[in-house]
């Protein structure tokens, strides 16, 4: 053994948690490690924590305060708990709810969660079998609930899990809520000894099974709301439609909502379809991944003749759309094509069931690195837009407080292939989603049509918009300090990048806008929001922007026009992007990671 003997700090550090963990698999972890005299990888363990964000908690299940396993799941439970309990008058009544997905320990670590808050008194509607992330939220409104939980890492890799915390709005919780119950977290380390066992909980008059009501419930609200051809979605034997679940929870949800619609059964991907911790035929098992996450969908819609495929990530909160072209070729969408698809559906066949309806007080929403073509959508419609931050916690609490106001909420959508269609949940719904892109899809096909000649007629009505998103790995959180702050300058941006000339920057880190008379941002300004836009003269735009929930230096670009000169725009914002890569980014100097494909 060639380390060095482990120093005091980190010596405490293993005494403390040894002090705290029961689980013998994940102290065994940590007294190997020791053994081992691994400094290094304690230090990692254990010298930091898992952070409480507004996406809650999300990690590697292993060992150690930086990472998911029963010990930060207890600790976040007690955390949230006493957060709820001096916070949330009602708690004793209103309860929580708690969801699972298909990922190792998720079921555990959901009972864990419920235990608890049993042992405080407080009621839980804890569902019995895999959930779809949405339905938690979801049972949030359906019940009055203070607060809900779903144990999931939607699309991470297979080792992560994580704990992602909803409020009593159906939103996810935004700052400064995270930072206070991180702060009841740390509060509350030491685990609870009057928690019920498992056979105590499985009795309690305060745990309740919630699965039931909303299989039966859910489906029904989703049809009444959003299905419009009812009677015509089982009428066309010949367009089949396939689906994934990409080995997550969606198999028996998404069976439900076609049913609701009255669409016949989808095609399943046989070895994609059942709930399996391991996704062994996707390591990224992110549908937005595109060709290779989607190729055994796409073979099994070949084999069947179908040609629409949808997809879900292992959560079932995103949807991924692709389509067989008379060419053979299969066109998958971006999350920003099925967004203009999905909101210009939603609204024609709003307005055609309420044909009295003011455009003005009806409501569309997307985030400021999504495509700008629902605004000019919205524009041309005369209907009520707005982009807010990145992520479904701020889209669905402005979606929250404009219907507080009265106005009528349709759709939002980010780039992310997420969208939520009307107010069912204030969040992100691959389930409900995929129902109506289904239904969208068979009401094309009895017209002749298809999504991508629809598409196109979207373009053609509101102008093309062409994006290029994609993404480095950057694994040292410093180097994205770095990078960024070369990028600021001391407050000297860029003014060209390759041949443009950049007319505005906008920094939501510093809150810098320069395109603002006071020079301010509209949006929330927070430090750790590495997000910095750059306006161009031609009109693009590019953002980038580091990841909250993995190692990813994000990009997003976007150029308009006019459809007819669609070729040029597409060559325009490749240079454009290339520009980027090269004078600002720099993978080279910063060893930035491109993605394989």
Known sequence: NTNMPISERVQRLIQEWLSLDTNPTTRK??????????????EKRLGQRLTFGTAGLRGRMQAGYSCMNDLTVTQ??????????DNYPNIQKAGICVGWDGRHHSKAWAILTAKTFVSKGIPVYLFSKLTA????????LLKGCAAGVMVTASHNPKDDNGYKVYWSNGCQIIPPVDVDIQKAIEANSVPWKDVPSQEELEKSPLLFDPTTEVMSKYPQEISSKYCHYKDKNGSYPEYPITFTPMHGVGKEWMALAFASFNIPPYIAVPQQIEADPEFPTVPFPNPEEGKGALALAVATAEQHKSTLVIANDPDSDRLAVAERQPSGDWRIFTGNETGILLGAWVWSQYQRAHPQVQPASCVVLTTTVSSQMLGAMA???????????????????????????????????????????GDTCLDKDGIRGGAVLAEMALHLHSQNSSVLLYLTSLYQKYGYFETKNRYFFCYDPQVMVQIF??????????TTIG???????????????????????????FSSNYMITFYFENGGTITLRGSG????????????????????????????????????????????VPPKD
């Open 499 to 525: 041949a443009y000339k950049v007319v505005n920057v906008r920094d939501l880190a510093t809150g810098y806008d320069s395109s603002t008379p006071d020079k301010k941002a509209t949006l929330p300004v």
């Open 379 to 421: 524009k041309a419609e005369g209907l009520y837009y707005e982009e807010t931050l990145t992520g479904f916690k701020w889209l669905g609490s402005k979606a929250d407080q404009l219907k507080k106001e009265g106005k009528t909420f349709l759709f939002a959508f980010e780039e992310a292939i997420g969208f939520m269609v």
């Open 549 to 592: 929930t993995e190692p990813k230096l994000k990009y997003y670009a976007e150029l308009n026009g006019a459809f007819s000169d669609k070729d040029n725009i597409s060559k325009t914002l490749a240079d454009m992007v290339d520009s980027v890569i090269r004078q600002v980014l720099q993978p080279e100097k910063y060893s930035l």
């Open 485 to 494: 702050s070369d990028i600021r300058n001391q407050g000297h941006y860029p």
């Open 29 to 42: 972890e940590i007294l190997d490690l020791a053994e081992a005299d691994n400094e290094k990888e304690l």
């Open 76 to 85: 976040a439970s007690q955390g949230l708990c006493m957060y709820l309990k």
């Open 133 to 140: 992330t949405p339905l938690v939220p979801y049972v949030v």
